[in-house]
């Protein structure tokens, strides 16, 4: 099942809006094996610390965010990309608007 449009160029970053005092999401793509989904997150949003049963791949399309994973925080930037990994806690807060690409893969 997918969200967005399929066999076209998508200019990902263009596709989720920043919202004032908001973290606004829109899924790209979902399948059992995991899924696609942009984030905008407006300065000093979170989300807070979680878990979740499966890799994530974070890559941050533009502005900054610190990722807590196990308690080490991780500062990334434009362009940077992290894995969280299953079942180890982890929480975002973005240091100004950010926008990234969460990809989850399912074990």
Known sequence: MSTAPTS??????????????SVVSR?????DAGNVTLFAFDKDQELSEHTAP????VHVLEGEV???ISGKPFHLKTGE?????ADEPHA?????KFKMLLTMIRK
Do not use: W
């Open 8 to 21: 076209e160029i998508l200019p990902m970053a263009k596709l989720v809006a920043y919202q004032d005092g």
């Open 27 to 31: 899924q790209i793509t979902k399948a």
């Open 54 to 57: 499966f890799d994530a791949l």
């Open 66 to 68: 610190e990722i807590r």
């Open 81 to 85: 990309a992290i894995i969280m990994p």
């Open 92 to 96: 975002l807060r973005a240091i100004q």
